[in-house]
């Protein structure tokens, strides 16, 4: 792998597009490259390894103030994994707890979409709840 990358083909490379990349530079999730006379920013392969662990954990919904944590934590090898496990854990309640409500979304529009009579819309249920929020299954969504 060639180790003077340009933005472009870091991006290209990594899935991520050229603005997130500088986006990431400007909240400090990427250190700043080094730059040619011409102010053209040249990537290592370091960086490349760094961008793939900010897409990576951005794909699992981790947000920034979370990664940032994880990245300092890649960044000493040696210490103990609590840290790192106690955010991954939360992250994980936060997956759980957008599951169970979207279960009982899925399950309020099963019930909505059962109960049409393919008539009248003046008959029709998914009208019905949704003109009133106490005819729900599941009033918490």
Same mark, same amino acid.
């Given at each position: 792998?060639? *180790?003077?990358?340009?933005?472009?083909?870091? #991006?290209? @490379? *990594?899935?991520?597009?050229?603005?997130?990349?500088?986006?990431?530079?400007?909240?400090?999730?990427?250190?700043?490259?080094?730059?040619?006379?011409?102010?053209?920013?040249?990537?290592? #392969?370091? +960086?490349?390894? %760094?961008? !793939?662990?900010? $897409?990576? #954990?951005?794909?699992?919904?981790?947000? =920034? &103030? #979370?990664? %940032?944590?994880?990245?300092?934590?890649?960044?000493?090898?040696? @210490?103990?994994? &609590?840290?790192?496990?106690?955010? &991954?854990? !939360?992250?994980?309640?936060?997956?759980? @707890? $957008?599951? !169970? *409500?979207?279960?009982?979304?899925? *399950?309020?529009?099963?019930?909505?979409?059962?109960?049409?009579?393919? +008539?009248?819309? !003046?008959?029709?249920?998914?009208?019905? =709840?949704? &003109?009133?929020? +106490?005819?729900?299954?599941?009033?918490?969504?």
């Amino acid at each position: 792998m060639k *180790s003077d990358l340009t933005i472009g083909e870091v #991006a290209a @490379q *990594s899935g991520v597009k050229v603005p997130t990349i500088r986006y990431y530079e400007q909240i400090g999730l990427l250190p700043e490259p080094p730059r040619t006379e011409g102010n053209r920013r040249f990537y290592d #392969a370091k +960086g490349l390894r %760094r961008l !793939a662990f900010i $897409r990576h #954990a951005r794909e699992l919904g981790f947000d =920034v &103030a #979370a990664i %940032r944590t994880l990245l300092i934590l890649q960044d000493d090898p040696n @210490q103990p994994c &609590a840290s790192a496990d106690a955010i &991954a854990k !939360a992250r994980l309640i936060e997956v759980e @707890q $957008r599951i !169970a *409500s979207l279960t009982a979304l899925k *399950s309020e529009l099963e019930v909505m979409v059962e109960g049409c009579r393919h +008539g009248r819309l !003046a008959e029709c249920r998914v009208i019905e =709840v949704l &003109a009133d929020h +106490g005819k729900c299954m599941h009033p918490e969504h």
